[in-house]
């Protein structure tokens, strides 16, 4: 018989090995569907139950409460039938005598028409004012009896007690009422009454039938102002936050539904409404207790289920960790060789590579780190990243860039450092923190690419852009910028801005007769002595040719323009000493100030151009200001 091949032996218990897998995730799969399906069954069975039972107990309380508030009203009935003509000590009385008949009353007292008790079982009350605008409903028409529920009150009655508030809500078990206004007529005669709710009469019912453990019971007024809870809520006598409550309040007076409120465990809420006063009674049956009976019996079906189920795993187990070493060592023979690919990378890129610990110290550069900086790996590693600090950037600076790796775990930007020969350098840096699995910082990689000659060059070129090249002033673009800039800031300061527009008179005799190279220099000196008769927030550009524009920021009134255009006037008809040539050439100034003569750039300089033109045909060497009507002001 010929001998079966080596290979085959370990290809067909791969392949019995793989259908027992399939087979034993099948049954696991259909075991734990089917205990899922059984279990998730009986919890929905549970939820609806717990639902129906919240709705049970709501509309029992309702019932209660309703009932206590229609006592309430008959004794107002009989106070007010027992109070005609009957003097202070009677309607002691009478109070204490009602009072007696009504447990979860604290008070009763008697209202003038300005909202003042006159009269009441608690002797303190007496000439307590209640403002009764925030009373729900609002007032009934007179002649109509009515009921009105206040918000909540600390304290335990008028004369001791202050309205809640959001700053000062109403502590857990702390001492609390909710105060009624009822208005009876009786034989023509209207009395208001106030009456003190005690909240612990209504808590104390409602926790005999649902304890502090399995929910809480609210009452709330139609605007969903809380009055009182048996849970562990603070009262502020604001809105209730309950947008679900809100929304069913619409639509129905009896409902449940599943919810979680700002604050509590989630749990399953049915509410009632009054069928006579504003007030819905809203029970909360934590999930977690409706659930406990479903809990318990899950657990015995898992008791049954889970032991099959881990005789499975552990054959999958066996086989997984099978599995899993033989992967291992592919990733580690793969990982070893990335490492390698990387260790070539970090030597021999041309940017700076920098690795630091999470305190910022330098653990391993690269040889381009060396290169750029001038620090050998031996002086960098061991020492702080801020080797390479300049000094340059302010703290604002720093501060941004740890908010973005706070919060992106990268940066990049233009950062300045300084070489070990103490030069300034500009670098690119780019950072990339390195965590772990818990989320620490263990690494940061910065990258840093010497763009120093690059910025020089740019710098250049934007020089170039926006500067003259003969005089170094700014030129056009330049000057209409710093004119916009000076505008708004001009407008917001409530200041006045002055354009001086000039150009030379008998420039041009100076370039046919002494040539063009003198002209140059010049233009050149002019620039240089015109500079510095200017303040430094000023700005003197060259247009082109002998054309020049003087922008003064910030001037008080236009005579102080007229001072500068004739110290200007002045200071271009002093002599030039140019290759031991006497030059002499005056000015031509038109002056625009703003906002008098232009609110723009260019009407601006339109106008101080018009003046200019009208200088020069008046015969030059002096300065006019633009008039609308064409007729310049001479100096």
């Not at 008070?107 to 006159?118: N, P, Q, Y």
């Not at 509590?264 to 934590?286: D, K």
């Not at 501060?399 to 070990?420: C, F, P, S, T």
């Not at 330049?478 to 420039?507: C, E, I, T, Y």
Request: charged residues 20%.
């Amino acid at each position: 018989m010929t001998p079966r091949p080596a290979h085959v032996i370990p290809r067909r218990a791969l392949s019995a090995n793989l259908a027992f897998v399939i087979l034993m995730i099948v049954a696991v799969c259909a075991a734990v569907a089917g205990t899922a399906y059984v279990i998730q069954r009986q919890k929905s069975a549970a939820l609806v139950e717990g639902l129906a039972l919240g709705a049970l107990r709501a509309r029992a309380f309702e019932e209660h409460l309703t009932r206590s508030l229609e006592n309430i009203q008959r004794l107002a009935d009989l106070i007010v039938a027992g109070s005609a003509g009957t003097e202070a000590e009677g309607m002691d009385e009478l109070f204490h005598h009602s009072l007696r008949q009504a447990p979860f009353l604290r008070s009763l007292s008697t209202l003038d028409a300005e909202g003042r008790i006159v009269a009441s079982s608690n002797p303190g009350n007496i000439g307590q004012r209640l403002e009764t605008g925030d009373y729900f409903p609002q007032a009934a028409p007179s002649g109509e009896a009515s009921l009105r529920v206040g918000r909540p009150w600390a304290g335990r009655d008028f004369n001791e007690g202050a309205p809640a508030t959001i700053a000062q809500p109403i502590p857990v078990a702390g001492l609390a009422f909710v105060p009624l206004l009822c208005r009876v007529e009786h034989n023509g005669r209207e009395v208001r009454l106030a009456a003190v709710l005690n909240p612990d009469y209504f808590i104390n019912y409602y926790t005999r039938w649902l304890e502090a453990g399995e929910g809480f019971v609210e009452i709330l007024r139609y605007d969903r102002v809380a009055l009182l809870s048996s849970g562990l809520m603070a009262l502020s006598g604001e809105q209730h936050a309950g947008k679900m409550l809100a929304r069913m309040l619409q639509e129905a007076e009896i409902g449940h539904y599943q919810g979680k409120e700002e604050g509590q465990e989630e749990a399953l809420v049915a509410f009632c409404a009054s069928r006579q006063f504003p007030l819905v009674v809203v029970t909360h049956l934590y999930r977690t207790a409706a659930l406990a009976k479903w809990r318990r019996e899950s657990g015995r079906l898992l008791l049954l289920a889970v032991p099959a189920l881990l005789g499975m795993i552990y054959l999958a187990t066996v086989l997984y960790r099978r599995e899993r070493r033989i992967t291992a060592e592919q990733e580690a023979a793969r990982r070893r060789e990335y490492e390698q690919l990387a260790a070539t990378v970090f030597e021999t890129v041309l940017e700076a590579v920098v690795v630091t610990d999470a305190q910022q110290r330098i653990i391993a550069v690269n040889p381009a780190f060396t290169r750029i900086t001038g620090y050998s790996a031996e002086e960098a590693i061991g020492a702080d990243f801020s080797l390479l600090a300049s000094g340059y950037h302010t703290d604002e600076f720093h501060l941004e860039m740890q908010q973005a790796l706070a919060i992106e775990g990268r940066w990049e930007g233009e950062v300045r450092h300084r070489r070990k020969n103490g030069e300034i350098f500009v670098s690119w840096q780019s950072i990339n923190q390195v965590r772990d699995a818990a989320g620490q910082i263990v690494h940061q990689v910065t990258g840093l690419s010497d763009i120093t000659d690059y910025c020089a060059e740019a710098e250049r070129i934007f020089h170039l852009a926006h500067h003259d090249l003969l005089t170094g002033l700014p030129n056009r673009v330049l000057l209409l910028d710093r004119l916009h800039q000076g505008l708004h800031q001009a407008q917001r300061d409530h200041r006045q801005l002055a354009v001086l527009f000039f150009d030379l008179d008998k420039f041009k005799p100076v370039n046919d007769q002494l040539g063009h190279p003198v002209g140059d220099l010049l233009l050149q000196a002019l620039a240089v002595r015109l500079t510095g008769e200017l303040r430094a927030i000023d700005t003197l550009a060259r247009l082109g040719g002998d054309e020049f524009v003087i922008l003064l920021h910030g001037i008080k009134n236009s005579r102080a323009g007229v001072v500068v255009a004739e110290k200007i006037r002045q200071a271009v008809e002093q002599p030039f000493l140019l290759n031991q040539h006497q030059v002499r050439v005056s000015a031509s100034i038109g002056m625009a100030f703003f906002p008098d003569h232009g609110t723009d750039e260019e009407g601006l300089l339109r106008c101080a151009d018009s003046a200019m033109y009208r200088a020069k045909a008046n015969g030059g060497n002096r300065f006019e200001v633009y008039r609308a009507d064409q007729e310049a002001l001479s100096a």
